[in-house]
Structure formats: C-alpha cells, structure tokens
C-alpha cells in the first residue's frame, strides 16, 4: 500500500460532539450576561417612585382631573420646540373671569425611557396668558411634557402632552 497524500479524516467523536455543544451554550451564556448588564446599566426600570403610595391615591387624581375640566381653567401648547437647540415651549392658559391667574407655571421635560434627560423649567409670562420659556433639548426623538400651574390659594392644574422633535437638517 502506498501512503494517501491526503490527511486521515478525524473521527468526529461524543467527546468532540460534547465540547460543540457546551462551546455553544457557553458563548449564548457569555452573550446573554453581556446583553443583561448593559440593560441593567441604562435604565433601572423604575418608572416612578413609590408606586404603590401614587396607586392608592389613583381615584384622587381622577377626581382632581375632573375638577380640572369643570373649573373652567384651560391649559394647551401655543408652540412646542420643533428644533433641538435655541427652541422655546410657550403655553396659553384661560381661567374664568374673576379669578385669580397662576402663581407659577412649570413644565417637566422628560422621555419615556431614560431619566438623564429630565429637566424642569419655570415658564414666565410674555405675553396675554401666554407663559414661555426658552428649551435646549438634548436628543430628537419623542419628549413627554407636563405642564403644572399652581394657583395662588393651592390647587394645581397640569396638561401632560407629547411632542416629536427630529433632527435639524
């Protein structure tokens, strides 16, 4: 018999089939833990703080909600920031006649999925029931905006809206 030139084929063995399959496993492992803490590190998955408290009182927001809507304040976005830098947020608010207008107007920007965002702004009145502020937003993409009036003998009036900003070209 003359020697083959070409190289004996290897028994492919349970030995071998064993390392396969525990070499897999072990990078899907590798992988998962990888993908686990990067999640982890961004966002916490907290949404708000004391849940459980807010949830109680639920029934009271409601009803606040529909002392809103009968008290005959009106809050609305006049202009929301289409632009990322050198925007402004103005907001027309209407109250009955006779009485008294707001105290302070503030605004929380925020978005949905991460808290490094968030920004509160105190809005200042310019113009007849007009309040503005000037906003620098970080990032385009969707931004939640909850607008809180507090009057002078207490109660607080908010409108929660969201907006689109995309990128300037």
Do not use: C
Request: proline residues 6%; aromatic residues 8%.
């Amino acid at each position: 018999m003359t020697p083959s030139p070409h190289k004996p084929n290897k028994e492919f063995t349970g030995k071998k089939a064993l390392m396969w399959i525990v070499g897999f496993f072990l990078i899907i492992f590798i992988v998962n833990a990888i993908m686990a803490t990067i999640a982890v590190g961004t966002w916490g998955g907290l949404e708000t703080n004391d849940s459980y408290r807010k949830g109680l009182y639920y029934n009271d927001e409601i009803a606040a909600a529909e002392i809103q809507k009968s008290s005959g304040w009106k809050i609305a976005l006049s202009h929301s920031p289409s632009g990322l830098q050198n925007d402004r947020l103005d907001v027309e608010i209407s109250w009955p006649e006779g009485d008294l207008p707001p105290a302070k107007v503030t605004a929380i920007i925020s978005r949905a999925v991460t808290n490094a965002y968030d920004q509160q702004i105190i809005l200042t009145k310019s113009g007849k029931n007009i309040y503005t502020a000037p906003l620098n937003l970080p990032q385009a993409g969707q931004w939640n905006i909850n607008i809180l009036v507090k009057r002078a003998d207490g109660p607080i009036y908010q409108l929660r809206e969201k907006i689109l900003v995309e990128v300037e070209k």
